[in-house]
């Protein structure tokens, strides 16, 4: 835990709090005494149409200006919303989808793609590239992470591979942190919530000399958990975070600068787990189903209703995560135009504890992989601004490595369980009892790359932009599983006997070493017309493609056990993208409205493969045929007065498997005898035929919704309290999704239904730099199911993790 960080940060912050009220009481006064109208004139300028301005392109422009699909977030509106993760950033943005059943098993997508869903292997790549100040974060567990000291989130949609070191298929979210300053300021922040929740967060920025500017960020979250163990007597699905992060700016001359970035963020939750959710039939004779298995050992679930918010989880649960590095970004006005370089090195270590049976007996009693990584980048950028001109020239170099040491172990109740109850070994504990598999795996990738982009302005209206990437990528992997029965014995797959036989059905022993290079060249291209000096046409094509992948975490069998070693390359997606769009501002600019339309085609789309055995694999990747997604978006803003703002975003999203017919059945249909293409029997049936795969041609993607929406709207009346003069404000945002499948293959069990949150917010706030609010999130209380799990051994158990309740608690905030 980090309580004792978070009671010294909540002191800073303390601390902060009172200088900055005191000083803003000291302004206020001054304000007063000298007659001026401070208060009046800033409301005046918060009324004035607000460029947004970004860097998407590697160069600072405004977000209306970019024929880019762009979702742009402010730090102040992270602030005010609760948006203190990329979790909670998807209830703004529309077309991001974000699923976590723990950090390590994190997606982050954008239009429905970007990575498989399911358990995570190292042996692919991202498709949503997250990037803190120009470095890239490869390790997608960044994304649980509370945001530090953040000025602004871009979240570009669509292929981003010819201006961005790390080429990624489906688009970037691009973070950039507020920058030393050679002018003293500072802000402080403390929440207080229901479910104990606390947070604070501070960060202090000013001179060291006339050339050398310094800036420190802490923050520190914590809050009970939203699941009651029985079993523990504990909460689970808890938030323990703490992170800090410090800038040195060097800046000798104009043309020159160098910053020295650290950071270190630490996670140690109580989490992470799941809740009985349903049961359904499968494939399996009726004895090796829950319900007879269950009775069979005199269990039950502590809840049949998933929101009662109960569990039984009987194995440790923990989720250390800890990631940090260091980088320096230099940037040197060079001839017309400005060198970037950005050198960094990250790491992460994940020390996590799970319960896979997903039940409180003891059938799978250890499953845990801590892994460590650490990441080396170089990223060379020139960019040039002109009249008729302006292109980016980029080289990037990518170097990993990730040692995994992995755990597996059954327990009492596995025999029973796992074993087939006709058996006499069914009956005896001893056979499955203290079964381990104990694997070894490591990953070192290597990705070099070129890219560059010209935007060629034809006429005052016409730019002409073509991009162009060239890349290499090598990956060399390791994996060994080791297999030991209860009393320690060494257990090789040539062993014989009907109880060795058993344990080897359960765990087999593997050695492979896949490893794959490639080189891919993608380009794109973009044309963009101003119909008039407020609206942007444009139309963009990219031919691009995520990299080869390995499978790290062991390979499919044939049915004598024996690893398929063709299965250990995945071929590259190829990628071909179609977007149109306008972006447009009226009514003196106050108001704003960007339509976009896109379709992503992908052959030999990366999907992750889950097999129904305990431990044996924890998902594989396989390539699907043909993928598709295509929808429509639009996002729409207005300000009428300074007293007024609304916003609507919305997205359409159709995202399918044009072709895979070779996937793995949904839990309905698995379970059974192998039997080919055959038709299954009914559900249930002893004896039943499950096909060996299934044709899921023409469904949809997991974690996709076709329908999803954002909006929210904030109104402020002129108040003074507490000596202060400043406004009043009441805020509200929601967020609706329509209903979505949760597991790779659509099953009729594993369907979240649609649901929609409120956030409310009131609040009063000066010019002075004090806001103190209340909020409530989750307004009215709506139970969903952010993910739904299919238990292992095909026996129809159906986990879950439930949304968060409705919570509440208070802010206050200053700067100065």
């Keep these: 835990m980090v309580n004792r960080p978070l009671l010294s940060l ?105 990575v498989p869903f399911g358990l995570t292997s190292d042996g692919f790549e991202q498709g949503v590239g997250i990037y803190v100040d120009d470095v890239y974060y490869s390790r997608v567990a960044s994304a649980t992470f509370d945001f530090l000291d953040v000025a602004q989130i871009e979240m570009l949609r669509g292929p981003q591979g010819t201006l961005y070191g790390k080429n990624t298929t489906a688009g970037a979210i691009n973070i950039t942190t507020n920058q030393p300053t050679f002018d003293f300021e500072g802000k402080a922040e403390v929440s207080v919530g229901s479910l104990n929740f606390k947070q604070a967060k501070a960060a202090i920025s000013g001179p060291l000399s006339d050339t050398l500017a310094a800036r420190i960020a802490v923050s520190s979250t914590s809050r009970r958990g939203t699941i009651y163990n029985v079993t523990t007597d504990r909460w689970i699905q808890s938030q323990d975070n703490i992170g800090l ?85 230099l940037k040197w006005d060079i001839g017309p135009g400005t060198l970037t370089s950005v050198t960094a090195w990250r790491s992460w270590n994940w020390k996590p504890e799970n319960d896979r049976d997903f039940t409180g007996l003891p059938i799978v009693t250890l499953s845990q992989n801590p ?54 070994l069914a009956s005896n504990p001893a056979v499955l009892n203290g079964l381990t598999a104990r694997n070894t795996q490591y990953l070192k990738s290597t990705s070099l790359a070129l890219f560059g982009q010209l935007a060629w302005k034809a006429t005052d ?27 320690g014995v060494e257990i090789f797959a ?42 942007l046409t444009y139309a963009t094509y990219a031919k691009t493609f995520k990299t080869v992948g390995i499978n790290q975490n062991g390979l499919p069998t044939d049915a004598a056990g024996n690893p398929i070693l063709a299965a250990g390359q995945i071929r590259p997606e190829q990628v071909q993208h179609f977007e149109a769009g306008i972006k447009a501002q009226f009514w003196d600019r106050r108001a704003t409205l960007n339509l976009s339309a896109f379709r992503t085609d992908i052959k030999d789309y990366q999907a992750t493969v889950n097999n129904g055995q305990f431990g044996v694999l924890r998902g594989y990747l396989a390539n699907a045929d043909k993928v598709r997604s295509q929808g429509v978006e639009v996002d729409f803003s207005v300000r009428p007065s300074q007293r007024f703002n609304a916003y609507v975003n919305g997205a359409y999203t159709d995202a399918t498997y044009r072709r895979f017919v070779d996937a793995p059945c949904p839990p309905e249909l698995s379970g059974g005898t192998a039997a080919g293409s055959n038709a299954p029997s009914a559900p249930g049936t002893p004896g039943g035929l499950s096909p060996a795969n299934c044709d899921i041609s023409g469904q949809r993607l997991p974690g996709v919704s076709k329908w999803a929406l954002s909006f929210g709207a904030e109104g402020n009346v002129p108040a003074t309290l507490l000596g202060q003069t400043g406004e009043v404000y009441l805020g509200y945002d929601g967020s609706y999704r329509s209903n979505f499948s949760s597991n790779a293959s659509p099953s009729a069990y594993t369907w979240i239904d649609g649901y929609s949150l409120s956030n409310v917010r009131l609040g009063f706030r000066t010019d002075a730099g004090l806001d103190i609010f209340g909020w409530v999130r989750n307004a009215f209380n709506e139970n969903y199911y952010e993910q739904l799990f299919v238990g292992p051994g095909n026996t129809g158990l159906i986990a879950g993790l439930p949304g968060d309740p409705r919570t509440w608690g208070a802010t206050v905030k200053v700067s100065f």
């Design 461 to 487: 209206a016409l730019t002409i932009q073509p991009g162009l990437r060239l890349n290499y990528d090598k990956k060399e992997g390791f994996y060994q599983r080791r297999v030991f029965d209860g009393q």
């Design 371 to 424: 892994s460590q990584q650490d990441q080396y980048t170089q990223e060379l950028r020139y960019n040039y601004s002109g009249k008729q001109f302006d292109f980016v020239l980029g080289a990037f170099a990518f170097n990993q490595r990730i040692d995994t040491q992995g755990t597996e172990q059954h327990g009492a109740a596995s025999s029973r369980w796992t074993l087939n109850p006709t058996s006499a």
């Design 10 to 114: 909540s002191a800073l912050a303390a601390a902060l709090l009172f200088h900055s009220t005191a000083q803003a009481d000291e302004t206020a006064g001054a304000a007063a005494a000298s007659g001026s109208h401070s208060t009046a004139a800033a409301h005046e300028d918060r009324s004035a149409p607000q460029d947004i301005v970004v860097t998407a392109r590697r160069r600072s422009e405004t977000s209306q200006e970019i024929p880019i699909a762009v979702s742009v977030v402010g730090g102040a509106q992270l602030d005010s919303t609760g948006a203190f993760n990329v979790g909670r950033l998807q209830q703004l943005a529309p077309t991001l989808q974000f699923y976590s059943s723990n950090p390590r098993n994190t997606a982050v997508n954008i239009r429905g793609i970007g």
């Design 245 to 329: 992060r410090g800038q040195l700016l060097w800046k000798p001359t104009d043309t020159f600068s160098a910053t020295l970035v650290g950071d270190y963020s630490e996670q140690d939750a109580a989490c992470c787990g799941s809740v009985f959710v349903r049961t359904g039939a499968t494939q399996r004779p009726l004895n090796r189903q829950f319900a007879a298995l269950a009775a069979a050992q005199n269990y039950a679930p502590p809840s049949l209703n998933g929101f009662d918010r109960l569990t039984d989880l009987d194995a440790s649960l923990n989720a250390g995560n800890v990631i940090g590095g260091v980088a320096l970004r």
């Design 494 to 535: 040539t062993d014989t006997g009907t109880v060795r036989a058993a344990q080897l059905g359960v765990f087999t022993p593997q050695l492979s070493a896949p490893e794959a290079s490639d080189w891919n060249f993608s380009y794109d291209l973009t044309v963009s017309y101003r119909v008039a000096p407020d609206i």
